[in-house]
């Protein structure tokens, strides 16, 4: 089945800096990748997605590339904000079935 | 109300006792699925029901029983828990399988 790393599992950068997180899958045949962010007691909530047939896209101050071959993905989130601070999720949609497998989760924290 | 509402947010139980979580989606979603959120661990996808069918069960305990009467409505019966069980148990929904999920606020479980 489908295997999903996620890295860092905390990040902390200043205002105005850009942040990065990293995530990698095992099936080859995975063909979605949403990524979430999920505030403190809140629920997690869609930011951004990439379909396998997509190498980049983005939305504002955030994008998302995807690396079919080497079978990574990754959020670049720009000009952070203190509101970006949040936990974020990526997942992984498997290619034969109906499960999302998620990533652990990254902690961004953006200094004022 | 819109989106996906949980109810109860917040759930404490014995180990002997039996409950129900409600989750009602308002966006006309032929998908709905339960994950369970523990600190330090990857979300994870307990049942998938599309159009009122399980269609993914991800070796969940018995002890975890799911209830999909209508495509709106999904519900998890709960019985016998134990202590490790205590998570944040989230309902989400999508129009189809496989799409993007909306997720529910969450209910808060502690199993005493």
């Known amino acids: 089945g489908e295997n999903v790393e996620q890295h860092p599992s905390t990040l902390s950068v200043q205002e105005g800096d850009s942040a990065v997180i990293k995530c990698t899958y095992s099936d080859s045949a995975s063909n979605y990748f949403p990524w979430y962010k999920q505030e403190l007691g809140k629920r997690p909530q869609l930011i951004i997605d990439?379909?396998?047939?997509?190498g980049e896209k983005k939305d504002q101050r955030i994008a998302v590339t995807l690396n079919k071959t080497a079978k990574h993905f990754s959020l670049h989130i720009t000009e952070t904000q203190p509101e970006d601070s949040a936990v974020y999720f990526c997942?992984?949609?498997?290619?034969?079935?109906?499960?999302?497998?998620f990533g652990k989760g990254t902690r961004l924290l953006v200094k004022p | 109300e819109t989106g996906v509402t949980q109810t109860p947010r917040h759930l404490v139980m014995g180990m002997t006792n039996k409950k129900s979580l409600k989750c009602e989606q308002h966006?006309?979603?032929?998908?709905m699925y339960w994950y369970k959120q523990s600190a330090k661990k990857p979300l994870e996808l307990m049942f998938v029901y599309n159009f009122k069918e399980q269609t993914e069960n991800n070796s969940v305990p018995s002890r975890f029983s799911p209830e999909c009467p209508n495509s709106s409505h999904l519900f998890l019966h709960l019985h016998t828990l134990q202590p490790e069980d205590s998570a944040l148990y989230l309902c989400a929904s999508s129009q189809d399988w496989g799409d993007e999920q909306f997720f529910g606020p969450g209910t808060r479980l502690t199993v005493l």
């Open positions: 966006l006309g979603h032929n998908a």
């Open positions: 997942a992984a949609r498997e290619g034969q079935g109906f499960s999302f497998i």
């Open positions: 990439i379909r396998s047939n997509v």
